[in-house]
């Protein structure tokens, strides 16, 4: 992956000589993608948002200020793109996690939840989080909203609330409903603890199913 500042081209793949002009391979242009990508992340945590120039990306990827512009129109655009490239990474490695798991809607509920307690407390997911907030309001377009995947996640739990709560005897007026409180609940812990030391998996586990368990016993789980 190419480093900031060391001088690769990432318009020329593995045993390849640069094409000079016309247009890049589909393998380039993914190359150029990905460099942009690395090296805009590593100088937004470095620098800040506000540090960071489109002009200082693009000549530290070495490409030309006009190519960086075509796929991003400005450094908003950028930062989202990065958001969504961290959170698709993250979500590659948590996925597998949730293979082999019961049909208890309990206990699947709790490991999602435990999930992102977990990796919410990272100090690289904290990293982001902290770039994401003071880039709001800074750009000609908003930062995106939907990192951390909240979006996704409410579909999913609203999905596995229809799919696996008849079994638990529950059938769900409004899945969405409950699964965006479910999320707020989840949101607002973060917010509150973000200052802590990242969760181990037993503690993460522990406050998910004090949650999940208030949610579906009410005051008997007082």
Do not use: C
Request: no cysteine; aromatic share 6%.
């Amino acid at each position: 992956m190419t480093q900031a500042g060391s001088g690769a081209d990432p318009t020329r793949t593995k045993g390849q000589r640069p094409t000079g002009r016309g247009r890049p391979s589909r393998e380039q242009s993914a190359a150029i993608t990905e460099a942009i990508i690395h090296i805009a992340a590593e100088m937004f945590l470095n620098e800040g948002f506000d540090g960071t120039s489109m002009e200082a990306i693009a000549a530290a990827v070495h490409i030309p200020k006009t190519t960086l512009y075509k796929r991003y129109p400005d450094k908003m655009a950028l930062l989202n793109a990065v958001l969504h490239d961290r959170v698709a990474s993250w979500s590659r490695v948590t996925t597998p996690q949730s293979e082999g798991l019961g049909p208890d809607l309990r206990l699947r509920l709790i490991h999602y939840t435990a999930t992102m307690f977990e990796w919410t407390t990272k100090p690289e997911v904290r990293a982001y989080t902290r770039l994401m907030l003071s880039a709001a309001g800074r750009g000609p377009s908003e930062v995106s909203a939907e990192f951390f995947g909240y979006t996704e996640m409410v579909t999913l739990i609203a999905r596995e609330i229809v799919t696996h709560g008849p079994a638990a005897g529950i059938a769900a007026k409004d899945p969405e409903r409950i699964a965006q409180m479910i999320m707020s609940m989840i949101s607002g812990w973060m917010g509150i603890r973000r200052l802590i030391t990242p969760l181990t998996r037993e503690e993460a586990q522990a406050e998910a199913e004090y949650i999940i368990d208030l949610l579906l016993q009410g005051s008997q789980a007082w």
